[in-house]
């Protein structure tokens, strides 16, 4: 027996429904994509028997267009009717920046209205952590230049007040970039509000000096994410070459998160998730240290 076809309250199949709808009912947001490429940067030193400095940085491009004509944005666009988010992430990377073939994870949504002076824009972001060193980074586009930019985060205040059925905490965070002469700075305020087993976070740009559009914001929540995530995955193995000295290793951990850890408790927390090697390193002026590499059939990256 045939089956009945499924009508809705007005007589309709869904194929009759979507021959007579109208798309035009509402008025359409536009999409955007948003890519946070983090990596760290190695500093030499004068004195070869130093150890290089490290720091953590990030991939910003100088908009060439209207609007924020002049100022600094993370790499991105719209995407198009016929393409998915990640296929226009990994087609606006490429077009702004040259960088192709990278892993990236969608981190979160942004829909605030006014947050795009054109029209109303919901916009995706990415993140992705790199080796620097296999990237060939250059302005194209809509873009007059591309650079990695030396991160600071800096938390200036932070209290919290207790409610009757939970607390609110605000913090204040400062974020700096700087790429030689250039520096862009702002402070985004984040008010977390707990009531029972309802949270909300609220996050307000207070200070904006060079970021385009509302990519501040993204710049923080972007680094918040990524030192939770080095806690719990091994996503910073991305970061490292094949063969790695444990201090090293330690090192690029420490620069994320933003403190220093103690070896012993690092080396255990880290022990599942590297092989010793029978190499050494060879730098003159340095003791030689064992090499290790990534065990690349564990765990989540």
Avoid: C
């Avoid at 536009?30 to 953590?56: A, G, P």
């Avoid at 990534?294 to 990256?301: E, F, I, N, Q, T």
């Amino acid at each position: 027996m045939p089956k009945k076809p499924v009508t809705d309250r007005n007589g309709l199949t869904e194929e009759q429904f979507l021959q007579g709808y109208d798309a035009g009912m509402y008025e359409r947001p536009s999409v955007t994509v948003d890519m946070l490429i983090f990596t760290v940067m190695e500093q030499e030193q004068d004195n070869y028997r130093k150890l290089s400095e490290k720091s953590l940085q990030l991939l910003m491009i100088q908009r060439g267009e209207h609007p924020y004509l002049g100022q600094w944005a993370l790499p991105g666009g719209f995407v198009g009717v016929d393409e998915s988010l990640e296929d226009a992430a990994l087609r606006e990377l490429y077009s702004e920046t040259n960088i192709s073939n990278v892993y990236m994870e969608q981190l979160y949504t942004w829909g605030d209205v006014g947050r795009d002076p054109r029209m109303r824009v919901i916009s995706s972001s990415y993140m992705a952590l790199v080796d620097r060193k296999t990237l060939d980074v250059q302005a194209g586009d809509d873009a007059a230049d591309a650079g990695w930019f030396e991160v600071t985060y800096d938390v200036l205040e932070s209290g919290r007040k207790e409610l009757e059925e939970g607390y609110v905490e605000e913090q204040r965070i400062r974020i700096t970039l700087q790429k030689e002469d250039t520096v862009l700075t702002g402070v985004v305020t984040i008010t977390e509000t707990v009531q029972g087993h309802v949270r909300r976070v609220r996050r307000e740009i207070a200070e904006n000096h060079g970021f385009a559009f509302d990519h501040l914001k993204m710049v923080q929540y972007a680094i918040e994410r990524l030192r939770g995530k080095v806690e719990y995955t091994d996503i910073i193995f991305n970061l490292m070459p094949p063969l790695f000295t444990l201090s090293e290793l330690q090192r690029v951990y420490e620069i994320i998160l933003g403190r220093e850890l103690l070896a012993p408790a690092f080396r255990r927390k880290i022990a599942d998730s590297v092989t010793e090697t029978d190499e050494f390193t060879k730098d003159a002026g340095h003791r030689p240290s064992k090499l290790y590499r990534y065990k690349a059939d564990r765990g989540s990256r």
